[in-house]
Each structure stands twice: as C-alpha cells, then as structure tokens.
C-alpha cells in the first residue's frame, strides 16, 4: 500500500512564498517518480513540477519556472518532496496534488502516468 501525503498549504499575500510538502510512503518501492499538479474549479489538472525518480532532476511547468523550486528532502529517510513557491499571484490560487510513481516517468507532466495520489492541499493567494 502507497500513500502519499501533501501540506503546507495555506493562504498568503500576493508576492509572498509558501512551501509545500509530499510524503510518499508504503513498503512495496523504495524509489518513485514525484509530481505536483494543481487544479482549479472547472478546470483540467495542470502540471507544476516533478522530479526524476532516479536522477532527481527538477522538471518545470514553463508558468512557474524561475518561481517554483522542487527538491528532495534528503534531511529524512523517506521520499518526501518539497515544493518552495515564491513570487506567488493570484493565478497560483488551485489546490495543489502531490502524484507519486514507482517507475521512471518520462513525460512528467503527464498526470494519466502517476499511479498514486494525494488529497490536495489549498493554496490560495489574496491579490
């Protein structure tokens, strides 16, 4: 059994940061492929970011590049991913879903590939 676990979101001013966090957890893989997508009422789930499951690399949505940074929380022994959003508008306001794979997902901004998913957490941002 995979769970994945998101927080860390909240309301905050336009131009301010927030920073949220994953946690995918269960004993079956020891490795996964990470992504957020956010999602707005009546409107499509929408890539944010990901990172490679085996070479961590970062891939970003062009809307929050130079915005949003992803990261591996490396402090703890288990696969939690940490989303550090700065510079938020009020186009940012969705909630935000934290979507695990074991394997290596190539097109990461492709939500039909991730296996496991969280319940969202709200991130709102007032103008």
């Known amino acids: 059994q995979v769970h994945v676990v998101e927080s860390g979101g909240g309301l905050v001013q336009a131009g301010g940061s927030l920073r949220l966090s994953c946690v995918v957890s269960g004993n079956t893989f020891s490795k996964y492929s990470i992504g957020w997508f956010r999602q707005v009422p009546g409107k499509e789930r929408a890539f944010v970011a990901a990172i490679r499951r085996d070479s961590g690399n970062p891939v970003y949505a062009p809307s929050v590049k130079g915005r949003f940074t992803i990261t591996k929380d490396s402090s703890k022994n288990t696969n939690t991913v940490l989303l550090q959003m700065n510079s938020l508008s009020p186009e940012d306001t969705a909630v935000y879903y934290c979507?695990?794979?074991?394997?290596?997902?190539?097109?990461?901004?492709?939500?039909?590939?991730?296996?496991?998913w969280g319940q969202g957490t709200q991130v709102t941002v007032s103008s």
């Open positions: 979507a695990a794979d074991p394997g290596e997902v190539i097109n990461m901004d492709n939500q039909h590939l991730y296996d496991y």
